[in-house]
């Protein structure tokens, strides 16, 4: 893993950019995505930049299950506020909150995977080392499943809903296997909070315990860190 280290959240949103347009000047067609505070910074860089994504496709890592696009809470929401309404891509998929076939979503979303094959995964990481939303316990190998989220990753991201209890419990998220096929891979992390968990991930054996080690694996992770969730490591 190429470790970065920078001052604080906007160095490395700055960076991340510079990763995301290093990939396009490479010819990138099609990009995974993130939602969460993490990679703010890196889509305001990128929203700011004039990098052209109308010949790209972004597949999103993950959605709640319940939530559909009008509702402010999904990350469909989220990624048209925050990339897609200033930075328009050719296509952008994110699984469908509001099929209830968790069967016929997770097959669905697999086969545009599949057609779509990631030439950059952007990722953030959780306190408990989940990428995407494949909690601790995840297969290695696992593809896009219906996860019931943790009691941790709930209580985290209840800061973007107005009571704990709105947050959905269950979400479609892409497996590891499919983010461990991603040509190229950056991991953000900004914060103390998030210290213990990118120990567990450069440091820490490979373990479904902290689904993040299995990044250890890929061999080409880009990780951005800022000093205070760099504060753990040796
Ligand atoms: C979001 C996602 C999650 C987040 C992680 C960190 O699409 O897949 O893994 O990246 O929960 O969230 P933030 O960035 O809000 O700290």
Redesign the pocket.
Known sequence: MKLIIVKDQNEGGQKGYEVFKAAKDANAKVFGL??????LTTYAAITASDLDFTDATSV???EYVGLGEKDSQS?RYFMNENLFSKKPFKTSYLPNGLEEDAEKETKRYDKIIEENPIDLQI????KNG????NEPGTAGDSLTHKVHLTES?IK?NARFFENEADVPNYAYSMGIGSIMKSKKILLEAFGESKAEAIKGMIEGPVTEDVPASFLQNHDDVTVIVDEAAASLLK
């Open positions: 993130a939602t969460g505070s993490t990679p999103n890592l993950d990350y990722l953030g990481i959780g989940h990428i995407g939303f990753t985290s």
